[in-house]
């Protein structure tokens, strides 16, 4: 297996070139054109920020406490209008002073002190000695989860009992 990071519309390009097999993709996303199933799981969406922040007081973020404060989004997020509608009011109109692809490297901004990483959460370790803390928006926002392929792929064998493992594995585990 080989691992390929990065934002939904790098996977699906990677998919659609044939570069790989199978995608994992965060709800919103077209996905007219795959098969795909969808994962009994959600992601939560929230704030990653340094532990000695004041808004880690909190135990969750509204809109009004990221109004002024710099932030730190993924491309995805950027163009999201599920994101507009939580924070009620269009994402160019906020105080963005980075977008990131892969949240590893997000999160050595926050470290820095240079804003706050609207993320999923447990994508980077918060805890133990940890200087950076994650809380969930308020309201909650979650995201689905989507393993994506191409139609009518021709898969490889490993591919084929990698589908056909992760189908079964769904159908124990869904309630």
């Not at 990065?6 to 390009?13: K, M, N, P, R």
């Not at 994992?24 to 959600?42: F, G, H, R, S």
């Not at 973020?61 to 491309?75: A, F, N």
């Not at 906020?94 to 990131?100: D, F, G, P, Q, R």
Request: charged content about 25%; aromatic content about 10%; overall charge negative.
């Amino acid at each position: 297996y080989h691992l390929y990071s990065g934002d939904a519309e790098h996977v699906t390009q990677r998919l659609d070139k044939g570069l790989i097999d199978f995608g994992l993709l965060i709800e919103p996303v077209d996905i007219e054109k795959y098969d795909y199933m969808k994962l009994p799981v959600k992601d939560r969406w929230g704030v990653l920020m340094q532990k000695k922040s004041p808004l880690s007081e909190k135990e969750g973020i509204t809109p009004e406490d990221l109004r002024d404060k710099p932030l730190i989004v993924s491309h995805q997020v950027a163009a999201s209008s599920e994101m507009s509608g939580w924070f009620k009011t269009d994402i160019s109109k906020l105080n963005i002073v980075a977008t990131y692809d892969l949240i590893f490297n997000a999160s050595h901004f926050v470290k820095r002190g240079l804003g706050y990483v609207i993320a999923l959460d447990r994508l980077i370790n918060t805890t133990g000695d940890s200087e950076l803390c994650f809380r969930p928006l308020d309201p909650t926002l979650d995201a689905g989860l989507c393993i994506v392929w191409k139609k009518y792929q021709v898969f490889s064998r490993a591919s084929e009992l990698f589908l056909q493992q992760l189908q079964k594995e769904l159908e124990i585990n869904t309630p």
